[in-house]
């Protein structure tokens, strides 16, 4: 009996730490992983998987700490797992998606203005994500954590396991290439380059 109360005990321990420190960061959890996938679908699987393995492992974490950056953490490492699995795989087709699309209506192209408006709108985004896209996933990373997270260079080497030196260093890459990515875009909107 004593020994199903403290497992009772340690389950609602568990499941409130699960409530009020894990879930609040999902959304955070969500934009990283979608800024690593490009794909909402593959991003809400990483959230998915990430808790899961959250709640199996909740006996590691240490109540009232960074749940954030633990969270972060697991997250980075099952993408870097299923991303190594999905490049050891041979490639899929989905022959379900060939028969829909064989079998689906031409009306996609019997309005030449939908057309042009669908074209126009995959072109057009906003260049400075576009640009944060285009980096190396090793300096994307850093950039999100750091930038867009707000993580300290302490907390970002944590979470992807590399030193602080590092992260300095990939950090200040990153925003060069960056600089680079944008030049043209800050120029087309008026600024100016002042070393020059």
């Known amino acids: 009996m004593v020994v199903m109360a403290n497992e009772k005990n340690q389950k609602e321990k568990y499941d409130r730490i699960f409530e009020e420190e894990f879930l609040p960061q999902i959304d955070a959890l969500y934009t990283f992983a979608y800024h690593l996938t490009y794909n909402e679908e593959d991003a809400n699987d990483l959230v ?28 980075k490492n099952v993408f870097i797992n299923q991303y190594r699995r999905k490049s050891k795989q041979p490639t899929k087709v989905d022959y379900e998606e060939i028969i829909t699309y064989q079998d689906e209506e031409d009306t996609k192209y019997s309005s030449y203005m939908d057309l042009r408006e669908e ?9 400075v994500t576009n640009a944060i896209n285009a980096l190396p996933v090793d300096f994307r990373v850093v950039i999100l954590l750091c930038d867009v997270e707000g993580f300290t260079y302490e907390e970002i080497s944590k979470i992807i396991d590399i030193p602080i030196g590092t ?10 290439m960056l600089k680079e990515k944008l030049k043209e875009y800050a120029q087309s909107l008026g600024y100016k380059d002042k070393r020059s």
């Open 48 to 75: 998915q998987e990430t808790y899961l393995k959250a709640y199996r492992f909740i006996d590691k974490y240490i109540e009232g700490t960074n749940a954030k950056a633990w969270l972060f953490k697991i997250l």
């Open 119 to 127: 074209m126009f709108q995959d072109m057009m985004g906003d260049e």
């Open 167 to 176: 992260v300095r260093s990939r950090l200040h890459r990153a925003r060069n």
